[in-house]
């Protein structure tokens, strides 16, 4: 029952949790290479609790007193401003109108940063707990983790799968360092742009699909029309990225 959803749904909070937490992951090492790893992991913990606390204030309260019909148009509207973001950008990369995400100079900036004589006037504490240190890598997993909070609580509190959600988004967090401990710095070689591009797809998918749920539209085959949603953005997704290309070639042949 409802398994065309619920698969989505973990792919979803998998991808959008692991391209995320690969994006603190940076930031997190970069202050421990640079600060000082046990200020680095306690800011990295502190934020990852804040985080957790969040999805458990916000995301009961709303399986258990808004009326599912109107929390799905909600989140249904709330799901496809954040995917076709993730689409937009994920395209404008695809089709090399913006920079790919580069996160060894991410990485190399923030040690930078870190490193320098202002970062160091504002340190405070023993060598080993480190105010700056503490404060870049909570604001690295707590500024990340923010998006992974709203999906987790839009697709769980809707699905009333709020439980799956968080664990899956738990495992991605987990997997993500635990790849990191093995490597040392970050995962460059992650192809982010492939991830963020499939999960902004399901994501548009399911904001239509609940989108169209709260307006009284019967899908044909009710949950099995989701897996065509996420066909259509996907051949949408790809014939316009390669139109962009298109475009950006005869720009260039025009100088």
């Known amino acids: 029952m409802h398994t065309s959803s619920t698969l989505v749904l ?57 009326p599912i019909s109107a929390l799905r148009t909600v989140v249904g509207a709330l799901l496809l401003v954040l995917g076709l973001s993730w689409l937009r950008k994920a395209i404008l990369r695809a089709s090399g109108h913006k920079d790919l995400h580069d996160e060894d100079r991410i990485y190399a900036e923030t040690v930078a940063s870190l490193s320098s004589p202002d970062a160091e006037a504002l340190e405070g504490g023993s060598k080993d707990r480190d105010s700056v240190g503490f404060v870049v890598a909570f604001k690295g997993v707590f500024l990340e983790g923010t998006e992974v909070v709203l999906i987790v609580i839009s697709l769980g509190a809707s699905q009333h799968r709020l439980g799956l959600a968080a664990l899956v988004a738990g495992v991605a967090a987990l997997l993500v360092g635990a790849v990191g401990v093995l490597v040392s710095r970050q995962l460059s070689e992650v192809p982010e742009n492939t991830i963020k591009t499939a999960v902004g797809i399901m994501l548009t998918s399911f904001g239509v699909f609940w989108v169209g749920e709260g307006a009284g539209v019967h899908w044909p085959g009710d949950d099995v029309a989701l897996p065509v949603l996420v066909a259509f953005f996907a051949l949408i997704t790809v014939a316009y990225t390669a139109l962009m290309r298109t475009k950006l070639s005869a720009a260039a042949s025009s100088r």
């Open 10 to 66: 973990v792919l979803a909070v998998f991808g959008a949790s692991a391209v995320e937490m690969i994006e603190a992951l940076t930031i997190v090492v970069a202050a421990g290479v640079s600060r000082g790893w046990r200020s680095a992991l306690e800011g990295a913990a502190a934020a990852a609790l804040v985080l957790g606390v969040l999805v458990a204030v916000v995301g009961v309260p709303l399986i258990r007193y808004v």
